[in-house]
């Protein structure tokens, strides 16, 4: 194929956006910032069952207080109706012994109660602190994906940003390019997934960093300035310019 010397060193130009675009793409697969949401939304999501699992600690604690109230209550007032009954003075002397075993039962079941009840207030207060210190948790993990997602779209709308410029910068550079040759520079870059045309600077290609030597660079120093020549290596299309050292 030949084409115009001075349209194949547009290829350079067309190459050049073309690597533009593929570090777009890497930063955009590789964006510390989107690590750093997802980083962010498991602490979030674990301090989130944290504090479901102290919502549910204190609830079933509270619950249990309230049982245990109910039958302190229940057991103080069947104490007092014992101590009514011994203070009418209308029970019998075996129903007056039987009431007062029946009191001291009540007052030793009450007593054991209360003790419960004690302790198990204790507890509800440490797992009341310990939601408190969960709710926290979330609210500065909620806080911290919010600031994580901010900078990740940020970083995501600069690369979108870069990728439009360097989109309309190859369309331009490509209407400069005949079609014979951008077809083939297109199957090349497919190919190498970068770029399908390079610079052959001091007899290197600069495409895959190879110098180019004996019979290769004799073919390359003796063909026609216009004919498009390739590189043995990499199969890019070797751009010469006046820094080719041929």
Do not use: W
């Amino acid at each position: 194929m030949k084409v115009d010397h001075f349209e194949q060193q547009k290829l350079l130009d067309l190459a050049a956006e073309d690597v533009a675009l593929t570090q777009l793409a890497h930063r955009r697969r590789t964006l510390p910032e989107v690590a750093a949401v997802e980083a962010a939304e498991e602490s979030e999501r674990s301090l989130s069952a944290d504090v479901v699992r102290a919502e549910t600690e204190v609830r079933d604690l509270t619950r249990e207080v309230k049982r245990l109230e109910s039958d302190v209550d229940t057991v103080r007032q069947r104490a007092t109706r014992d101590q009514q009954r011994l203070d009418s003075g209308s029970a019998t002397p075996k129903e007056m012994t039987g009431l007062q075993h029946e009191m001291e039962s009540l007052a030793r079941r009450q007593g054991d109660l209360e003790d419960q009840q004690l302790e198990l207030m204790e507890r509800l207060e440490a797992a009341e602190s310990a939601l408190a210190a969960a709710q926290q948790g979330h609210v500065r993990a909620r806080e911290e994906l919010e600031r994580a997602q901010q900078l990740r779209d940020d970083a995501l709308a600069d690369i979108a940003d870069g990728t439009t410029r360097h989109e309309s910068a190859r369309a331009a550079v490509t209407g400069g390019i005949s079609a014979p040759l951008l077809s083939l520079y297109d199957r090349i870059r497919t190919q190498t997934g970068t770029t399908g045309a390079a610079m052959l600077k001091a007899r290197q290609c600069q495409g895959c960093r190879i110098e180019l030597n004996g019979r290769e660079l004799a073919a390359v120093r003796n063909a026609d300035p216009h004919e498009v020549v390739r590189c043995e290596n990499c199969g890019r299309i070797l751009v010469r310019t006046a820094e080719s050292g041929l």
